[in-house]
């Protein structure tokens, strides 16, 4: 069965800090992976992809994820948080080749400290 | 700027009303879906849509709800009876190649 799992449901860090968001996958098929931020009151906004190919990516924002496929992860990092960063996020699987279909994590939010 | 537009943004309205909810995907998109977000809950999905032909609507309760896309640039979500236990933000998302784009989403409050 699909599953996405974030295991951290709230974080705090304080601003200038590095971050990491643990994201953990259960899919079938070659899975696509998703990092999606959510502000208050907003809908979510993509933050990065990865599809395939090398294995780090890049997004907005400052933000990367690193694909490992051994461990079935792709957690999110950043390497100096901001107090703007302050959001909920979301992990998500999907694949083209099960039409489609997004698994969505539970998400984490995120509490950025000056 | 292409953008994923979500009707209404607020809703209030008393349990046993019927509430719709409209979406306008990107131009071009064939997937579109609804999803429901709580606190308890999280994002659940409700439906979607390939080609504007329904895929999988199994975590919509039937009895009430229904999804319909009546044409490539409108998709329904409705609510008959709405009870208060449907009170979430409901959010659109149109997709194309593998990516999701979502609205701002339908603040729904039925008291």
């Known amino acids: 069965a699909q599953s996405v799992t974030q295991p951290d449901i709230h974080i705090t860090v304080s601003e200038g800090a590095s971050l990491e968001l643990r994201c953990n996958y259960s899919?079938?098929?070659?899975?696509?992976l998703f990092w999606y931020v959510q502000s208050p009151g907003q809908g979510l906004q993509l933050l990065l992809k990865?599809?395939?190919?090398?294995?780090l990516v890049q997004g907005i924002k400052g933000f990367e994820a690193e694909f490992k496929r051994s461990q079935s992860s792709f957690n999110l990092r950043k390497p100096s948080v901001h107090w703007s960063d302050a959001a909920e996020y979301f992990c998500a699987v999907g694949a083209i080749s099960t039409g489609n279909q997004f698994y969505f994590g539970t998400g984490t939010s995120l509490t950025v400290i000056p | 700027d292409a953008r994923v537009t979500q009707t209404p943004r607020h809703k209030v309205t008393e349990m046993g009303q019927e509430v719709t909810m409209r979406c306008q995907p990107i131009l071009g998109h064939n997937t579109v879906f609804w999803y429901r977000q709580t606190m308890m809950q999280g994002l659940e999905l409700l439906a979607y849509f390939r080609n504007r032909a329904p895929l999988d609507d199994s975590g919509m309760p039937k009895d009430r709800f229904s999804a319909e896309m009546p044409d490539a640039t409108l998709a329904t979500l409705k609510i008959q009876p709405s009870e208060p236990r449907d009170s979430a933000v409901y959010f659109c998302?149109?997709?194309?190649?593998?990516?999701?784009?979502f609205g701002e989403g339908s603040r729904l409050t039925v008291l």
């Open positions: 990865y599809f395939s190919g090398d294995t």
């Open positions: 899919y079938g098929a070659t899975p696509y």
């Open positions: 998302a149109s997709g194309l190649a593998g990516e999701l784009f």
